[in-house]
């Protein structure tokens, strides 16, 4: 018989440690200071304070196989044994590396963004031939540690129907094959892994599925009835919720509840109700605290929704809308924020409790219809977007940039950090502690940029950058020069692997007091007779990659931020940088899941970023820079921001974007290093870049430089690279000349 689910649950946790443990043990571990046995000593230890710490804070629903030595995604196609032959190796855990970062002579598998978040994911390849099998070590394992310690866990997975939709296409797929063609396949494995579990005692699997939250073809509610139809029916399993969130299932929500399953997950922050009568008879998993913020939930409003959906429904069950793995843990551990903010705030910890509030009261309380003053609405609000009148047509500002920066064909440039080494590290935190002086730490800055300047030229770069020395986060160090802004000490958030950041608090109206980049960029240009970029992060970047406030349209602080931008840009300008890169990343990341609301939100996005760049004369070089992120999808977007240069990801994902740009008109730099990788590129293999790049891109309008920034690799690397890709674009100058 099944077993009734929990009366309160989270669909997932933050698994990189309160303190970056596991952060730190991966490092340790890739750098050859540890061994596996510490790397899995210290995953071990993070597992069982996750699961003690949950059970004392009252949750009756806990979730495992929700930890991760790199990424969800990655760690199913493992389970699934969809492996490409080129990373099988005979240790399983170098397999799962070189799958995420790469191996001698062997590019990973594609990074991209998980939806609409800033977390990234690794894109896995299935094709006609790939041989699917089941290795259950990892779920089963964590089944196993948690009852040792006494508790009972619900293992939770990527869905197959999600898992397909996120994989590509192996390279040698013949034309027309999709992933999702070989759903009956990995269903089989899937209903393998059940049995498994089952026989191990497991009374509910958790099967996440956020693709269905998107708009789909016919064909992805079929394969929902598919493959739940038949995992459904199996006769020795463990009891099925499918979870969804991001967004309303829509037309996959009648889908799965045609199914056998026993309970349906639904977002219900970001998504709504509707339509949740044809759950009746099933569980209803409510997510009424929300996963992706840092705001305390509204508790009056969140449990006469749940009484609503009680009503509607039948059995319902307390939860968060999404997997609290895009949230700081402890937000007690903020002494350093005002008062009067931290009491607004609820990071992981303080959402269980919530969570486990809301199901107490939940269960004392009879039923009632949401109040009409409870209901869904939107605010009202009175928008104030800016218009600008835009600059000149790309042909005059690319005859006086040619003028002005005399150029040669095919100019090398980076991202814009260079390494952040744990000397600059260490004397930011003793800054931060008192411990040394403002102006012993403005020396060593000025040294690393007097190192970095040189090294550049040195290697025979032609548009240099400063490395940004002086920067912990290309996000937080603008919120910590903006009013409306607060920062945290420990509010880390997992980004990728090991690579966490500290998203700021964007609580209140954004302004800027004095030039923030000015400076730094104005001293190393004075350093060279070679330009100088000035490097900004753009407003929609800025805002994406923040927790910020609910009490107004997110367009509208997008523009309170574009203006703080626009006004460094006027100041850059006038301290004479010739060249200025405003970095959009994020655009792509929040463009609404649902086809719908696409256009308005990419309008006023586009709207931001040109008036942020508007005031900038001709003569002034903008950049702008995306990356990890299906740039291809908003090509049109991309071409209205009307940046001089844009420069992508590519090396990485082995040029996909490059025959969507088609004829770009205006700079285009395909990225020739992936610079999430250790590996260092030989000036063959980018020279081979560059010339398939130049099929599509004239050699007059291609840029040289790496995939993203590279703050995360080593110096001795980085020159090695660098030296390569100057040397690549100087054999096919002489080409092209």
């Known amino acids: 018989m099944t077993s009734s689910f929990p009366a309160s649950t989270v669909l997932g946790y933050p698994r990189i440690g309160p303190r970056r443990e596991l952060k730190r043990a991966l490092e340790a571990y890739w750098e050859g200071r540890s061994s596996r046995e510490e790397l899995e000593d210290a995953g071990r230890?993070?597992?069982?304070?996750?699961?003690?710490?949950?059970?004392?804070l009252g949750l009756e629903g806990l979730p495992s196989n929700t930890f991760s030595y790199y990424d969800q995604v990655l760690d199913t196609a493992v389970l699934l044994g969809a492996v490409p032959g080129r990373y099988r190796h005979d240790d399983d855990l170098a397999t799962y590396f070189a799958m995420a970062r790469g191996a001698e002579g062997i590019a990973p598998l594609r990074m991209t963004k998980w939806f609409d978040t800033n977390y990234h994911y690794i894109v896995p390849e299935i094709g006609p031939d790939t041989v699917f099998s089941l290795d259950a070590a990892k779920p089963l394992t964590e089944v196993r540690e948690a009852r040792a310690l006494g508790l009972e866990t619900r293992p939770v997975l990527v869905g197959p129907v999600t898992f397909l939709l996120l994989s590509q296409a192996a390279p040698d797929s013949p034309d027309g094959f999709a992933p999702l063609d070989r759903l009956d396949d990995v269903v089989e494995v899937y209903a393998r892994l059940l049995a498994e579990l089952a026989a191990e005692g497991v009374g509910w699997v958790q099967l996440d599925e956020p693709a269905l939250v998107t708009d789909r073809t016919a064909a992805e509610p079929a394969a929902v009835e598919a493959a739940y139809g038949r995992l459904g029916r199996l006769e020795n399993r463990p009891a099925l919720l499918v979870a969804s969130y991001f967004g309303d299932l829509g037309d996959a929500l009648p889908a799965l509840a045609g199914t056998p399953v026993e309970a349906v997950g639904l977002d219900l922050v970001r998504g709504t109700a509707h339509g949740v009568d044809a759950l009746a008879g099933k569980t209803v998993v409510a997510g009424v605290v929300s996963g992706r913020d840092v705001w305390r939930a509204d508790r009056d409003r969140a449990l006469a929704t749940l009484r609503a959906a009680r009503e509607r429904a039948g059995r319902?069950?307390?939860?968060?809308?999404?997997?609290?793995?895009?949230?700081?843990?402890?937000?007690?551990r903020e002494t350093g924020l005002d008062p009067a903010l931290r009491r607004r705030l609820a990071f992981a910890e303080q959402k269980v409790a919530e969570v486990v509030e809301l199901a107490a009261l939940l269960a004392a309380t009879p039923g009632r219809h949401l109040p009409e003053h409870l209901a869904a609405q939107e605010r009202p609000h009175t928008s104030r977007l800016r218009t600008a009148e835009g600059r000149a047509p790309y042909a005059v500002r690319a005859a006086a940039q040619a003028e002005h920066l005399k150029l040669p064909l095919l100019p090398v440039t980076t991202i814009g950090s260079f390494p952040q080494t744990g000397e600059l590290r260490r004397a930011r935190a003793a800054l931060a502690a008192g411990?040394?002086?403002?102006?012993?730490?403005?020396?060593?800055?000025?040294?690393?940029?007097?190192?970095?300047?040189?090294?550049?030229?040195?290697?025979?770069?032609?548009v240099l950058v400063h490395g940004e020395p002086e920067r912990n986060d290309m996000v937080q160090y603008f919120a910590e020069h903006l009013d409306g802004f607060a920062v945290t000490r420990h509010g880390w958030v997992q980004s990728y692997g090991s690579r966490c950041t500290r998203p700021p608090i964007l609580h209140g109206d954004v302004r800027r007091p004095e030039p923030i980049t000015v400076r730094w960029a104005r001293y190393a240009q004075s350093l060279t007779s070679k330009p100088v970029k000035g490097m900004l992060t753009g407003p929609v970047t800025i805002v994406a990659w923040s927790f910020v406030r609910d009490d107004l349209p997110l367009r509208e602080v997008v523009f309170q931020v574009a203006d703080a931008v626009r006004e460094e840009v006027g100041d850059l300008e006038e301290a004479g940088i010739r060249v200025i890169q405003v970095d959009e990343p994020a655009l792509r990341?929040?463009?609404?899941?649902?086809?719908?609301?696409?256009?308005?939100?990419?309008?006023?996005?586009?709207?931001?970023?040109?008036?942020?760049?508007?005031?900038?004369?001709?003569?002034?070089?903008?950049?702008?820079?995306?990356?990890?992120?299906?740039a291809d999808e908003i090509l049109a977007a991309i071409d209205a921001l009307d940046a001089d240069v844009t420069s992508i990801e590519s090396a990485r994902s082995r040029g996909r974007l490059l025959g969507a740009v088609g004829a770009f008109p205006r700079g285009l730099g395909p990225g020739v290093y992936d610079i999430h990788s250790p590996r260092v590129p030989g000036a063959g293999e980018v020279e081979r870049l560059l010339t398939e790049a130049l099929r599509t891109v004239p050699a007059e309008r291609l840029w040289v430089n790496p995939d993203c920034g590279l703050k995360t690799r080593s110096y001795e690397q980085v020159e090695a690279a660098l030296a390569n890709v100057v040397e690549a674009a100087a054999r096919l100058r002489e080409r092209y000349a």
């Open 45 to 56: 230890r993070l597992r069982a304070d996750t699961w003690r710490r949950l059970a004392a």
């Open 435 to 462: 411990e040394i002086g403002a102006a012993a730490y403005e020396s060593m800055v000025r040294a690393e940029i007097d190192q970095v300047i040189a090294l550049q030229e040195r290697l025979g770069l032609d």
């Open 589 to 630: 990341e929040l463009v609404p899941l649902r086809r719908a609301e696409q256009a308005a939100y990419l309008a006023w996005a586009v709207a931001a970023y040109r008036w942020a760049t508007s005031g900038a004369s001709a003569h002034t070089q903008i950049h702008t820079h995306l990356c990890y992120s299906d």
């Open 316 to 332: 319902v069950v307390v939860s968060t809308s999404c997997s609290l793995l895009h949230v700081p843990y402890d937000v007690e």
